[in-house]
């Protein structure tokens, strides 16, 4: 039974990372894409001209739209030069910006010289050449270029012999050189795809990166950058309303072909849908709330789960992927320290939100209407909006645009992830028993004419608004209180106030604890000796002969194991 | 109270009511130029001019002490253990203390001065701690000249001060110029020191303000900040808040702790390089390191000595791993041959002679 559980959660896993992206060959993106109309328009965005921002959750297909883009580009020459980039390792340079002055025009080389790697990798390929000097157009060698790289993701400034290189890296070199490269490669313009560009975790280099979009951007070269919701902040010189045109690559669960288009998504890329019953199938559409990535997660969980009965599997999928959704909101309080009181707080408004609609859905048993919205009174209060975005950000709350409500009042309005309210039962209170058919039913009921209003006293309680606010680390001499967030010097005895940096915090993390693992996962990584931690994986050697050390673990296990924890660490990192 | 007392308390209290009367009739325009009021009980002094002669505008006093410079410093050094950055590290968490809650503006452009004023104080403790340890940055200052009084009453390891009088150390520029030729510090300043000199820089626009104009935004400060920006604010006063005053410190201090840490690099590296470009490529030392920490220790000592700290909240590291780093950095490395095949059946040759 042991080995049947091992060998279910180590399937979880892998199912998991079928389904990124980043993990798909490239003949699978190329045939795998749905053509709906939802994505035809992300993909023309992508294609055209001037700055679009692509804006999603994670696993919304933002990456899996670049790729395809690029590929397409790659193949067909009447189509733009793609180049496509992720800055997926932005946080290995976090560090920087507690130990170097320069850590902003490091970030700015970085970012850049990835541009170049990318553009390597496009020429490459369609030069069919994989060792191309094209030092003459790109500024450097490809190795030189990628151990700068390298480099600067160890947080470690450019040695004595790469500041020459890492000089002559600006964005008016960069953008003569991606025209040359043009030029060479016979395409009439450039689109650069910049993925992971929601560097959310440091605002400090994401301004820099806008700033990098802004002035990157020509006639000829035209940049596209995938970001979050809920990321409104781009910097002093970056105003979203003249720089760029916002694309939804997150399709709302409110929008009419919301089925249909996830329907497609499973045609294309999940081929045993008919052993699971339609009715599940549905209900999955709607957990999934819209990001393609936890559909098929889902529906190939289902599948490999060896309970018989549809509902439990169904609600042990559903109660998993609860949880691996707020274990994943939770870590963000490694990465933003500051922000573990808000965190904590928006955790609780989310959990309030959910209860809120279920009470109302009960009330509503009875009529052919549902309750699926909650409305916050505006207000000004930067922690809470910090707050409530950071649940956008994650996915975990749907915002819909604001609407006013008698002369001066807004209301903000939010639909809290759909996993959540199926987990709490807040669709099928009607019957004791599990009907999929009939919680997919009362999903599909009309929203009542107005949602749940409160104001942010009222939604989050008095009790929990006292908790909104930053927590700040004392003073590390005297133990003294800071007062303010800005504040640099201890006002009591005057020493320095140091943060640590939160890279270095969260390399620490024990690797056990890594949020998504499962608690097979979790159980194995505990019995590591040498390798405790996220930065011990990291820099071992070989932690491959580390993981064969364990109970029942081979070299072919160990590797795949290995490939998903560094997916895991690498998610929790970015 | 007498009779006499009591009329003439009601002539005063008449004699009040009467003058705040005419005071409530008089527009205020006609006030100003009324001629000069009577004194009154209400505690203003009697104005007597009988004694002032024409020029006498402002009211003076006899100097009747005299201000004994003598006794105003302390009799010993005390920073002699101090590296350059703990005393600068001192000085300012000092000044940090003063930005509490009685914090005014004014005292904000007085802590501005201060801030700077360590700062300099920095550069030349170094410069000083340098001439004395390093002795090829010796050799440079050997051909300086100081004052024949610095020369008669300095002693020893403080004299490298003396040279350091002339030079004003308020500007990024002028501190990158005293490194240049005092300790040999040449070439393109380096990209890492770049952010903090460009804001080190406006401080020191601010401070200059402070010094020579009680505040006052001047036309040449302007120039160097910036004209477009700051044109339309000439000749306006200078009004830094707390969280302002604690930025400045933020600058300075990162200003100081990156000039601390890339002389050190500067000055290592160089040692290790030992080579004097402007002098075909001679020796700048006589000794070279021998990447053997007990041997090399000594020499280490005095140049981690200068640039360490123990008084930061976040202490230097021990000098063990900073050699270590060192070494890894700099120490030549020689390319290791492939291993011969010494047992090579029917391989006559004779091993070459090394």
């Known amino acids: 039974m042991a080995v049947i559980e091992d060998e279910v959660e180590f399937e979880d896993l892998k199912s998991f990372v079928e389904e990124r992206a980043d993990f798909l060959e490239e003949s699978e993106i190329a045939n795998k894409t749905v053509a709906s109309n939802f994505y035809k328009n992300i993909y023309d965005a992508l294609i055209s001209r001037g700055t679009k921002l692509i804006v999603g959750p994670r696993g ?31 946080f290995r340079l976090e560090p920087l910006l507690k130990s170097k002055p320069d850590a902003i025009a490091l970030f700015n080389t970085w970012a850049l010289s990835k541009i170049l790697l990318s553009a390597y990798d496009v020429a490459e390929d369609i030069e069919e050449d994989q060792c191309l000097d094209l030092s003459p157009i790109l500024l450097a060698q490809k190795p030189e270029l990628e151990s700068l790289v390298a480099r600067l993701e160890q947080s470690l400034a450019p040695s004595t012999k790469q500041e020459s290189l890492a000089e002559s890296i600006s964005v008016s070199s960069v953008t003569a050189a991606l ?29 820099e990166l806008f700033d990098i979009v802004r002035t990157l951007k020509t006639s000829r ?13 781009f910097g002093p010189k970056f105003h979203v309303k003249h720089e760029a045109e916002q694309v939804d690559a997150w399709i709302s669960i409110e929008s009419e072909g919301y089925l249909q288009v996830l329907g497609e998504i499973i045609e294309k890329r999940f081929n045993e849908i008919e052993k699971i019953p339609p009715e599940i199938v549905e209900l999955f559409k709607y957990a999934a709330f819209g990001i393609p990535r936890t559909l098929l997660v889902m529906l190939r969980e289902y599948i490999q789960h060896d309970t018989k009965s549809p509902q439990i599997k169904f609600n042990k999928i559903i109660e998993q992927h609860t949880e691996f959704n707020l274990a994943e909101y939770r870590s963000l309080k490694n990465k933003l ?65 604001t609407v006013s409500h008698g002369e001066d009042r807004l209301y903000e309005r939010y639909i809290p992830h759909f996993a959540l309210l199926i987990n709490s039962r807040a669709f099928s209170q009607a019957s004791r028993g599990f009907s999929a058919q009939n919680e997919a039913i009362f999903i599909k009921r009309k929203n009542t004419k107005h949602p749940i209003r409160r104001t942010i006293k009222t939604l989050i309680g008095e009790d929990k608004s006292a908790d909104l606010h930053l927590t700040l680390p004392p003073c590390r001499k005297c133990n003294e209180p800071r007062i303010n967030d800005n504040q640099k010097f201890c006002h009591n005895c005057g020493s320095v106030l140091i943060d640590e940096s939160s890279f270095t ?48 673990v081979g070299q072919k296990t160990a590797n795949r194991i290995l490939q998903n924890v560094f997916l895991y660490v690498e998610e929790f990192l970015s | 109270m007498t009779w006499l007392d009591a009329i003439q308390g009601l002539i005063q209290g008449l004699r009040k009511i009467i ?44 100097i009747t002490t005299q201000l004994d410079t003598s006794t105003k410093f302390a009799s010993t050094e005390n920073d002699e253990d101090l590296s350059p950055i703990d005393l600068f590290i001192n000085n300012t968490i000092e000044l940090n203390k003063l930005a509490n809650e009685n914090y005014t503006p004014i005292l904000g452009n007085l802590l501005l001065l201060g801030y700077v004023s360590a700062a300099e104080s920095y550069i030349r403790a170094l410069i000083r701690n340098l001439i004395n340890s390093d002795s090829y940055i010796s050799s440079l200052a050997s051909e300086k000249t100081v004052s024949f009084a610095a020369a008669l009453h300095h002693k020893k390891d403080v004299l490298p001060e003396a040279l350091l009088e002339e030079f004003s150390l308020a500007s990024p520029y002028n501190v990158f110029e005293t490194l240049k030729d005092l300790i040999g510090m040449k070439g393109q300043r380096p990209p890492s020191l770049i952010p903090p000199s460009q804001e080190f820089k406006k401080v020191c626009e601010l401070r200059h303000c402070c010094v020579h104009r009680f505040g006052k935004l001047g036309s040449k400060n302007a120039i160097r900040l910036g004209l477009s920006d700051h044109s339309e604010f000439l000749e306006h ?48 030392y006589q000794e070279n390191w021998t990447w053997d920490f007990d041997q090399d220790k000594e020499r280490f000592s005095k140049y981690y000595a200068i640039f360490s700290t123990k008084t930061d909240l976040v202490e230097s590291m021990p000098i063990e791993i900073c050699y270590q780093k060192f070494m890894n950095e700099y120490k030549p490395t020689t390319q290791s041959l492939p291993a011969r095949k010494k047992n090579k059946v029917n391989n006559p040759s004779p091993e070459p002679q090394l």
Not at chain 1, 67 to 88: G, M, Q
Not at chain 1, 183 to 203: F, N
Not at chain 2, 34 to 53: F, Q
Not at chain 2, 255 to 277: P, Q
């Open chain 1, 505 to 552: 915090k969260c390399i620490a993390l024990e690797l056990y604890k890594l949020p998504r693992l499962t608690t097979w996962q979790s159980r194995k990584m505990k019995e590591l000796e040498a390798m405790k931690t996220v930065g011990d994986i990291l820099s071992t050697q070989d932690p491959g002969t580390e993981l064969r050390k364990l109970n029942r």
């Open chain 1, 221 to 233: 070269i035209s940049i596209k950058a995938s970001i979050y919701p809920g990321t409104t902040e």
């Open chain 2, 19 to 62: 003058s705040s009367k005419i005071e409530s009739q008089t527009p205020p325009e006609q006030h100003t130029q009324a001629a000069p009021r009577l004194p009154t009980d209400t505690g203003t002094p009697v104005a007597d001019y009988s004694s002032s002669e024409f020029f006498e505008l402002c009211k003076l006093e006899a």
């Open chain 1, 179 to 207: 025209n040359k490269l043009a030029d060479w490669l016979e395409r009439k313009r450039v689109i650069v795809l910049l993925d992971d560009a929601a560097i959310t975790l440091t605002p400090e280099y994401l301004y």
């Open chain 1, 60 to 90: 919304c297909g933002k990456t899996h739209l670049m790729r395809y883009v690029w590929l397409e580009c790659k193949k067909d020459e009447e189509k733009p030069l793609a180049i496509y980039v992720s800055f997926n390792k932005y």
């Open chain 1, 337 to 401: 320290p500051r922000l573990e009181s808000i965190i904590a707080v928006g955790e609780h408004t989310l959990l309030r939100s959910v209860e809120l609609i279920k009470q109302a859905n009960l009330s509503l048993l009875d009529s052919d209407l549902k309750q699926v919205i909650i409305a916050v009174e505006s207000e000004n209060n930067p922690l809470f909006t910090r707050m409530i975005n950071l649940l956008v950000e994650l996915g975990l709350f749907l915002k819909l645009p």
């Open chain 2, 237 to 284: 006063q200078i009004k830094l808040e707390k969280n302002d005053i604690e930025n400045i410190a933020f600058i300075v201090d990162n200003f100081i702790r990156s000039i601390n840490n890339y002389v050190y690099k500067f000055i290592l590296e160089r040692s290790a390089k030992n080579k004097n470009d402007e002098n075909s490529g001679r020796p700048l």
